[in-house]
């Protein structure tokens, strides 16, 4: 649970002295035993919320509890209940194996020799590194980088875990197979707290999922209650990018993508947009009505964001 967070960086360029307020009176409450998204744009505000709650950096004001414990007064206690992922690249020590690695973290929180290499054992066949838990740690694949990560701050059993975009950077194998991992450990009791910028993974994982702008909540719900924000379907038409339009998202192939919010009818939404569109000169592959996705959620939030 955050309670109205603020947290100000202070910089100076020349003689001029400026604020950025990251946090401005953050307030959010994820349940235990769900997996909840904390979405946003690049400077946001997620990652300094997510070092707020995991002890590493201070509040300006407001407060924060984990567990019942409060991330201001009793950090020691909060980091006896959190695993913590901020990148899953980084911590590691590249001549140590994996299963070195995991060992010698659970060592570190306290652990007998004993016991660290038992639970190592655990984590690696859970995260599916047992057949490599003796290579080194150089040796490992992005995504094997990222299973190791997620089975660091599983080495103490915490009920807590806050992973900053850990699916980022690996390939569609990788990235579904610690989704994966994720539902599991939702399925074990755990609560988690993601960022990511993937919104699919988000509208696939996420049992509830606020949105985050200029430090503030914008918007908050189940995926099927954000939906609703957009209102009813959306007209989706692909077309060769030959001809230039604002509002299409170019895709691979040369095609692109026209994603309209349907308020009324649909096929009257569909029939106008084709109409402009070969008014154009545009060459149409493929249009059709979907469900609105978070991604449509998340743009039209932004947009009114900017307003």
Do not use: W
């Amino acid at each position: 649970m955050a309670e109205e967070l603020i947290k100000i960086y202070r910089t100076k360029k020349g003689r001029k002295k400026e604020e950025i307020r990251a946090l401005d009176k953050l307030s959010f409450t994820a349940n235990k035993g769900e997996i909840f998204g904390l979405l946003g744009p690049n400077g946001a505000g997620k990652t300094t919320t997510v070092k707020i709650l995991s002890t590493v950096l201070m509040p300006d004001s407001g407060e924060a509890f984990i567990d019942g414990k409060s991330v201001v007064r009793e950090k020691e206690e909060v980091r006896k209940v959190i695993g913590v992922t901020f990148t899953v690249e980084k911590g590691f020590y590249n001549r140590l194996t994996g299963k070195e690695n995991l060992v010698y973290f659970g060592v570190l929180r306290g652990m007998s020799f004993s016991d660290a290499r038992r639970r190592a054992d655990e984590l690696l066949d859970l995260v599916g590194l047992s057949d490599d838990k003796n290579r080194l740690f150089e040796e490992y694949s992005l995504g094997m980088k990222a299973k190791l990560a997620i089975a660091r701050t599983l080495m103490h059993d915490p009920p807590v875990l806050i992973l900053d975009e850990p699916t980022i950077g690996l390939d569609p194998i990788a990235a579904r197979n610690v989704r994966k991992l994720l539902a599991e450990l939702r399925k074990e009791g755990k609560t988690i707290l993601l960022t990511t910028h993937n919104m699919r993974e988000a509208e696939e994982l996420c049992d509830r999922i606020s949105m985050i702008d200029r430090g503030r909540i914008v918007l908050s719900g189940t995926v099927d209650e954000l939906k609703k924000f957009v209102g009813g379907k959306v007209v989706v038409i692909d077309f060769l990018s030959d001809v230039e339009v604002e509002e299409a998202v170019k895709k691979d192939n040369g095609v692109s993508e026209l994603r309209i919010e349907c308020n009324g009818d649909e096929m009257d939404v569909m029939y106008k947009a084709l109409t402009d569109l070969r008014n154009r000169g545009a060459r149409v592959i493929k249009a059709q009505i979907e469900e609105p996705s978070l991604e449509d959620v998340f743009v039209k939030v932004m947009r009114e964001t900017e307003r």
